[in-house]
Nanobody, 126 residues
Framework: VQLQASGGGLVQAGGSLNLSCTASGRTFSGFAVSWFRQAVGKEREFVASIRWSGDNTHYADSVKGRFSISRDIAKKTVYLQMNSLEPEDTAVYYC????????????????????WGQGTQVTVSS
């Protein structure tokens, strides 16, 4: 599976961006797909996750109520709608996929994921 992330950019605080993660090579059927982010000088951190069946989503506390993860089966794409962006959201955002459903304790761990996209830069100015 190859993952292509896109949609990043420069936005003012309070603005919105919609990131996309598209799979090639196969579908996400049975996968868990997540977004992580990594700011300069910080460790990669979990942002949001969705089970490809669509019935289970998880969010980091820092983005709850502002970010929404969804998927389009036909387009083999997972989206991360980011609203009310804050300067603290500035980071490189990565999508990641695991070829199985993950229990809650594993969803937030980067080591649980087999496939990674190349990252897309999100910069939020104050």
């Amino acid at each position: 599976v190859q993952l292509q992330a896109s949609g990043g950019g420069l936005v003012q605080a309070g603005g919105s961006l919609n990131l996309s993660c598209t799979a090639s090579g196969r579908t996400f059927s049975g996968f868990a797909v997540s977004w992580f982010r990594q700011a300069v000088g910080k460790e990669r951190e979990f942002v949001a996750s969705i089970r490809w069946s669509g019935d289970n989503t998880h969010y980091a506390d820092s983005v709850k109520g502002r970010f929404s993860i969804s998927r389009d089966i036909a387009k083999k794409t997972v989206y991360l709608q980011m609203n009310s962006l804050e300067p603290e959201d500035t980071a490189v955002y990565y999508c990641a996929a695991a070829p199985r459903s993950l229990i809650a304790s594993l969803i937030r761990l980067p080591s649980s994921y087999t496939y990674w996209g190349q990252g897309t830069q999100v910069t939020v100015s104050s």
